[in-house]
């Protein structure tokens, strides 16, 4: 009976204020993307809807317009924010390549997933890998 009264009240809830979805594209935002630029961006959406809506040359060249000052905006951003973070952290290794990893963009490090040895074999072993970069690297003194 409490099924049943669950099952309809849920009804009742989802005809009348159902859930909406919404897409996020970034669960966090980079560090060096201020509230300044985000309205720039906001700024340049808007633009691009009245052009596309109204198709008149002056809409067209106001979006152009804001579209440079964001690309600007964002390089001057990047800029400031890893030049004075690598001058700040300058005698701290794991904060410049902390940085290095925020400015190549890459989220998900994996590491070394494989392995070619001489170019014939493939090694997928976790274990393995560096057994052979160890006998590479202690190698080389020998040949040199």
Known sequence: MVNGWYSLLNEAIDANAPLKRKRIRHETKP??????????????DRLLKKAKHSNVPDDWLALRSTKNKVTEAIRAAKRNFFHESFREHQNNPKKIWSALK????????????????????????EDLIPEVLNKHFTGLAESL
């Open 31 to 44: 560090k060096w993307l201020s509230p300044e630029i985000l309205k720039l961006m906001k700024k340049r």
């Open 102 to 125: 925020d400015l190549s963009g890459q989220r998900n490090t994996r590491g070394v997933t494989y392995l070619e040895e001489n170019k014939t074999t493939q090694i997928n072993n």
